[in-house]
């Protein structure tokens, strides 16, 4: 079974543009969230997605954020326009059913290491 | 204010020895637990869980603990070996009243390195 894939790995842009990050969940997994690491500090929740709809987007940190995950497969995460605070690795993870139903654990993608100059 | 928190960010240990790492949570509004270990370049994966009915979870090596009337947790882990070295992130479930969608809170992570 393939695991949780997200692309690029690495991302390197400069203030003011946009950058467009992609995941791939685990086939079958409705349940896509988004993460975010930021200097080495905690893991910070973004969003939730159950299949194409957005479940929880308390994390998003403003609207230069946007999430899509059309037909409920992949999803994508766009920055635009992209500012320094935004440098980071930010986690894909899915889940069969959601975390609030027993202790299913996450699976998290290798991350995106966003760098914005 | 962060609610789940990792005080040492680094933790060196012998091989063989017992490796002890620490979480604090802020409130009771969790009722899961869990770890993640994580290494470099790659996303933390699943190692241990406890519900907040329990105070301990044993699995081979890894043993939770949980103390709630100190909002403490801990990760045991005996004996440790080289290949344990890693971030280990500590990360709490809140629960369904707070949480629609399950998602966890985590603290900082601590780096074990476990020297052969």
């Known amino acids: 079974e393939a695991g949780v894939t997200q692309f690029p790995s690495h991302s390197v842009i400069e203030k003011g543009q946009t950058v467009t990050l992609r995941c791939d969940p685990i086939s079958g997994h409705d349940n896509l969230y988004w993460y975010r690491r930021v200097m080495g500090k905690e893991i910070k929740f973004l969003l939730h997605?159950?299949?194409?709809?957005?479940?929880?987007e308390s994390g998003m940190p403003n609207n230069r954020f946007l999430a899509e995950r059309t037909g409920g497969t992949y999803s994508t995460l766009k920055v635009q326009p992209a500012e320094l605070e935004d440098s980071g690795v930010y986690f894909c993870?899915?889940?069969?059913?959601?975390?609030?139903?027993?202790?299913?654990?996450?699976?998290f993608g290798n991350g995106t290491r966003l760098t914005v100059t | 204010d962060q609610q789940v928190k990792q005080n040492s960010p680094s933790l060196s240990v012998q091989e063989g020895r017992i490796s002890i790492l620490n979480c604090d949570y802020t409130n009771s509004m969790f009722d899961y637990f869990l770890w993640y270990k994580k290494y470099p370049a790659e996303g933390p994966t699943f190692l241990i869980s406890i519900s907040s009915i329990k105070d301990k979870n044993e699995d081979g090596r890894f043993t939770v603990f949980l103390n709630k009337s100190a909002k403490h947790l801990s990760l045991h882990i005996v004996p440790s070996q080289p290949g344990d070295s890693a971030v280990y992130f500590c990360?709490?479930?809140?629960?369904?009243?707070?949480?629609?969608?399950?998602?966890?809170?985590f603290g900082q992570g601590t780096e074990l390195s476990v020297k052969p």
């Open positions: 990360a709490a479930r809140p629960r369904p009243l707070y949480n629609q969608g399950g998602k966890l809170i």
């Open positions: 993870a899915s889940s069969q059913v959601p975390q609030r139903q027993g202790s299913s654990p996450l699976h």
């Open positions: 997605f159950v299949k194409e709809s957005k479940q929880d």
